[in-house]
């Protein structure tokens, strides 16, 4: 007698197939069957996005850290903002740092193992394996923020939130490879709740000491955030990394009764308690991820899942626009 097919064993693992002129997201399609750990994953979390974007009742999120901002990681980024595939930022400040002062000076390729009393003598900093040179990040923001800020003051700006001082910093960069113009641009707010984490939020403190009245209004950025969301059906959000980013997302969407669609990708663990290794299984307890929500944790770098991941939405959707014509 035939053995009985459990109704979990139903579904076969398939290897992969290559073709000619194949596409990343036919890549990302034969992931759903060739499973493979993290695979499996990773397809499931392109197609929690497209449904995302495609859902119009939905207010989409993306929350990041500032570290992929010193790679090419920033073109994804801004490929998601530019074609208005998210209606709000949740960043911090480093991402304010390096998008403006790559709109004027280079970054470098490195490694994980150089001598870094070296580098410091020789005025280089290494975030992981990129070097930043003084003269592209501290010396070059100086100078730019600085003049941006006496520009805002001298026009009656003393009080801005982190949403107006993002916007006011894209507006005057004017460089169409940075993600803050292309999110003044197209009118997407970027929320810093840690503004004074970075090189961007000490030229406040600086500029604040020759301009008492100055002021970065923070709690006008939560009333925002919060009429946002009272006002909205659904949510979603793609986070990546951790911290305060993630944290400041999923906290505001605890009162609409959580997140309903969540993508995490991220390589820390969750053993130490952390906030940047929890699952998203952990955020439904706080409410801040709805129980019956589309959600899925990706454990990987985003360096390289993100570009993977957006090749094979972008893909995805033009094919859907093309059909409809």
Known sequence: MPKKVHESHKIPVKDYQFTENMTVDELVGQMELAWGFTAGKLATGVNIIEAMVNDKKCIKFLSFTADIIATGTRGVIRELVKRKLVDVIITTCGTLDHDVARCWRDYYKGSFIMSDTKLHR?????????????????????????????????????????????????????????????????????????????????????????????????????????????????TGALIVGGGISKHHTIWWNQFKDGLDYVVYISTADEWDGSLSGARPREAVSWGKISEKAKRIMIEGDATMVMPVMTSALIDRLSKKKTAKR
Request: glycine content about 8%; some cysteine.
């Open 122 to 234: 020789e005025g280089v900093n290494r975030l992981g394996n990129v070097l930043v040179p003084n003269d592209s990040y501290g010396i070059i923001l100086e100078k730019k923020i600085q003049a941006m800020l006496s520009d805002l003051y001298k026009e009656g700006k003393k009080e801005l939130s982190t949403t107006e001082l993002s916007r006011e910093i894209g507006l005057r960069c004017c460089d169409e490879t940075s993600i803050l113009y292309w999110a003044a641009k197209n009118n997407i707010p970027i929320h810093v709740p840690g503004i004074t984490d970075g090189s961007v939020g000490y030229q406040l403190w600086m500029f604040s000491q020759d301009h008492k009245d100055f002021r970065i209004n923070l709690l006008k950025d939560e009333g925002q955030l919060s009429d946002l969301m009272f006002d909205s059906k659904k």
